[in-house]
């Protein structure tokens, strides 16, 4: 039976795994899940894009918001700010077990891959999730503000700042998780999940080994395009290119994935453009469930062909 | 005016607190709280006693049950029990705030004592709230099923081991934290709540200095008798007390103090008995605010008789 690895971020790449899930075994699959926005805010280990996931595969997510818990009360909030704590970066009373959680295994020298299985299986998510890396990676943007790290600029400053330039402190010296490399080597299929190339795929690329790996693997690995009729759906894709000087088409997506990716994904509007590479065409806007499960589908379906 | 320093544990001291606050000004009280309840949980710094007293004096707490915070909400605990982590120990969403808050200032080399002064500013309390020493100090209680840390007997054995002894760890390396020495001998008037004598206040009494600074104290200094009817009104003072070998007699309170107060007020059921020290009498349960300041007037009353 085949096996799939997922390169994702946050929450476009989380709709395409819970697809993904929902067309086939969740067994089989693996996420290799950015952590470059992962932050320390009082004290607690966060990881948006983890936990983005985990609420996401587990049904605990909040289906409207797209992260976050479902059922989510904000007592802390209120009270934290009352004593003067800090009120830019949304912590929800049941979210925060998992940062508590988690900076409570991560002082005991537990790993993050091993704090992300375990939380995956208290939750009964049978997906692997897999951390890009157990050490620290962060994504730095440099702006006309100055240098800001991720949740600065897309949290409290809301990607307002213009960008010129993006790095990805300790990358160098990070490893890929155990597992990743290996998920990678070992995978039928390989996706690139439609999450931001620059804030949330390419942490994943700069941590030394996976890009090499992604090159040699026999499976053929697709990326979905996050632009739809030349925009983002959601977040800063589009601004973001604009302001590193990338034209808003597919084939600067594809041309940003050179050599990593052998097939590109895009949206039905967008067939008339040709990306530069071998491409297939749906509706990429997921919505709901069953888009989710179509982009899932047309990903896996336009794999099989570049398989052959 | 008047100056005022309590020596205080949790609820039962706390109410006494709060009644002194309602028939003087709060800013003219100091209250020295017991530490020695302090513990680390999921990694977080909790201060059971300091926090119960700005919960009563803020107004916030939960007045049904006399600790935590009043319309707490609970989400957290249930996230966190559903990946594992533990529940035996109440952690309301809003009283995070505090443990939060608390352990990321302690970690950035705060003091207990600035950090309580900060939180108590933040929430209008006037009192002056010292923890007894911003070092640690860890009630142990020897049971027969072994030594533990006071939370463990308290809260998770709910006091049902046999107590044989009880130690202070790291009370003999402790300092007194700054201003408690200076609220003792720049005193008017010195109350010892009627707090567990053993639990309560025996770990302020063992850092080295307060008790040398209570016996030099030019103030009267009156505790109040936790016992009524020689039975203690909530917690496990009576039992302790058999368990260590004790009377349950206003004499051995007496007796316990002995050299450190000049009186003991006790409850009006007591008064055949002759503590064996100075002593007055006044209905000593506080089931209401008009019992509180009942209670904390008949103190200072009494302490007045005593300045003569």
New interface residues.
């Given amino acids: 039976m085949s096996r799939v690895t997922v390169l994702t971020g946050g929450v476009g790449g989380a709709k395409l795994v819970l697809g993904l899930c929902h067309i086939m075994p969740p067994e089989r699959i693996t996420a290799i899940v950015n952590t470059g926005d992962d932050f320390s805010l009082?004290?607690?280990a966060i990881s948006p894009d983890l936990d983005t996931l985990l609420y996401t595969l587990s049904g605990k997510g909040d289906t409207e918001k797209g992260w976050g818990?479902g059922?989510?009360?904000w007592?802390?909030m209120?009270?934290?700010a009352?004593?003067?704590?800090p009120n830019w970066f949304q912590l929800?009373?049941?979210?925060?077990?998992?940062h508590?959680?988690r900076?409570?295994a991560l002082?005991r020298g537990e790993t993050l891959s091993v704090i992300t299985a375990?939380?995956a299986g208290?939750?009964g998510v049978a997906t692997k999730m897999l951390p890009m890396s157990d050490d620290l990676v962060a994504t730095k943007i440099t702006t006309d503000e100055g240098e800001l790290d991720f949740q600065t600029y897309f949290v409290a400053r809301r990607c307002v700042p213009r960008a010129s330039a993006i790095h990805f402190a300790g990358a160098s010296a990070a490893q890929p998780a155990p597992g990743v490399l290996e998920a990678i080597m070992g995978a039928d299929t390989i996706l690139i999940a439609p999450s931001n190339p620059y804030l949330s795929v390419d942490p994943i690329l700069a941590v030394p080994g996976i890009a090499k790996a992604l090159r040699a693997a026999k499976a053929p690995v697709v990326a979905i395009s996050p632009l739809i009729g030349g925009q983002s759906v959601k977040g800063p894709t589009a601004k973001l290119m604009r302001e590193l000087g990338h034209p808003l088409t597919n084939e600067a997506i594809a041309a940003h994935y050179a050599g990593i990716i052998d097939g590109l994904l895009i949206d039905e509007q967008d067939q008339a453009q040709n990306p530069g590479i071998l491409f297939a065409c749906t509706d990429t806007l997921m919505r709901d469930l069953g888009d989710r499960r179509r982009v899932a589908a047309a990903a896996m379906a336009f794999a099989r062909t570049l398989k052959a």
């Fill in positions: 009082l004290g607690l818990r059922n989510e009360t007592t802390f209120e009270a934290a009352s004593l003067g704590g929800g009373d049941g979210d925060l077990a998992l508590v959680l900076t409570e002082r375990n939380f208290a939750w």
